[in-house]
């Protein structure tokens, strides 16, 4: 009986992992790429900008000047606003620490998320 329950739970729990991520839905490539270009063109970014977990959050990277770079992860959020993408968030790395050392340090961050 115990083994039964085991496997109903299981099952259960990859039931709704599926559905869960069936439900998040990706950035659409164009808006990615258009997005990603305009990024590109601002100096304060200099390197393509990382998608991780479907669109739910951009890494962006930036030179750290020793500064919070919250207001920055909060521009990029009005980008992301005006292009309806709601859902994600924003977050600044410091990019040569991940060039130098392939270490990824938080500098800033923004929840672009509409209440």
């Known amino acids: 009986m115990k083994r039964i329950i085991l496997i109903a739970l299981i099952a259960l729990s990859v039931g709704v992992t599926l559905y869960l991520n069936q439900q998040q839905e990706s950035v659409p490539d164009p808006v990615r790429v258009a997005l990603e270009q305009e990024l590109m063109q601002d100096p304060r970014f200099p390197a393509r900008p990382v998608w991780w977990h479907e669109g739910s959050i951009l890494a962006v990277g930036m030179i750290n000047d020793g500064g ?37 340090k938080l500098i800033g961050k923004a929840p672009c998320r509409v209440e």
């Open 68 to 104: 919070n770079k919250d207001g920055a992860a909060g521009d990029v959020c009005k980008l992301l606003q005006a292009r309806g993408l709601n859902e994600t968030s924003v977050e600044v790395y410091d990019l040569l620490r991940i060039q130098q050392e392939d270490e990824w």
